[in-house]
Each structure stands twice: as C-alpha cells, then as structure tokens.
C-alpha cells in the first residue's frame, strides 16, 4: 500500500480526534519506513528495508516505551505500527514479523514489489488492479469514521 498509509493513520487517530493525536498516529504509522531512509543514507544494504522495523517485536518493544512516557498514546502506537504491517503484507517482498525468532517473511501476494522509493514505485504499484482496491477500502473506512465523528 502506498497513499492508503495516511487514511489508515489517520483512520486510527479517529478513536481519540484531535490534532496530536493525529500527528502521532501518521507519525507512529509512517515510522516503519523510516528504515528506507537509512537505506538511502547509505547506512545499510537494501536489503535492510522491510526487516527489523517490520516486526512485532519492533511494534510491542516501542510501544513499550511509549507506555512509559504516555499509556493513553501506547495502544495507539501499537495499533498504528501494526496496521502498517498488515497494509504492507499484500506485497512480495514480505515481510519478517517474527524476527528475530523466525526470520521467515511472510506475504499475502496481492500486489507485486515495486521497490520502496521514487517515482517507478509509485507508477508501478497503481498499476497493478489490487493496490486500487486495497487503497479504496482504507479510504472507505476512513470516510466512515469521519461520518461517524462528524454526522
């Protein structure tokens, strides 16, 4: 998934509406990917995307952390973290949710990898008849939820 990330943040944020809120649930969301940037610095292999970032020990351990300073924000950080994964399990590349346990990637097939930056990923991914579907439905609840809140 690739736009479909920010109305499932946000759809997240709904649960407790309110700028913060909003902005630590895109930021919490989005924060998987910050390995990509790494990857980009020249800090790690390509193959570091998608790995340690993509599992659950990743999501339940900073959510820990988060409890620490804020256990209102933690199961938010956790439920953001987590849909990330689940939104981007449709792809190929799979993904290693039981690191460092299993280092087995797992994937739903649904839609092709088409890389993890710039333009041709973009291109790519719309290209492909299950990412308009996928985006469709997060749009969709994300929608409800707004009717929800706001009549």
């Not at 087995?104 to 930056?117: K, N, P, V």
């Not at 973009?122 to 994300?142: C, D, H, I, V």
């Given at each position: 998934m690739q736009l479909g990330?920010?109305?499932?943040?946000?759809?997240?944020?709904?649960?407790?509406w309110?700028?913060?809120?909003?902005?630590?649930?895109?930021?919490m969301h989005f924060l998987p990917n910050a390995d990509s940037l790494i990857v980009k610095a020249g800090?790690?292999?390509p193959e570091f995307h998608c790995t340690v970032t993509h599992s659950f020990l990743f999501a339940f351990g900073l959510s820990g952390l988060i409890y620490l300073i804020s256990p209102h924000y933690a199961p938010f950080a956790f439920v953001a973290l987590v849909t990330h994964y689940f939104a981007?399990?449709?792809s190929t590349v799979g993904l290693p949710l039981l690191w460092p346990v299993r280092k087995?990637?797992?994937?739903?097939?649904?839609?092709?990898?088409?890389?993890?930056?710039g333009w041709e990923m973009?291109?790519?991914?719309?290209?492909?008849?299950?990412?308009?579907?996928?985006?469709?439905?997060?749009?969709?609840?994300?929608t409800y939820r707004m009717f929800q809140i706001y009549g």
């Open positions: 990330h920010l109305p499932l943040a946000l759809s997240i944020a709904s649960y407790d309110n700028p913060r809120m909003a902005v630590f649930c895109v930021g800090l790690a292999k981007d399990i449709g087995e990637r797992y994937t739903m097939a649904l839609f092709r990898d088409t890389g993890y930056w973009y291109t790519g991914y719309y290209k492909q008849p299950m990412s308009w579907l996928l985006e469709g439905a997060t749009l969709l609840f994300f």
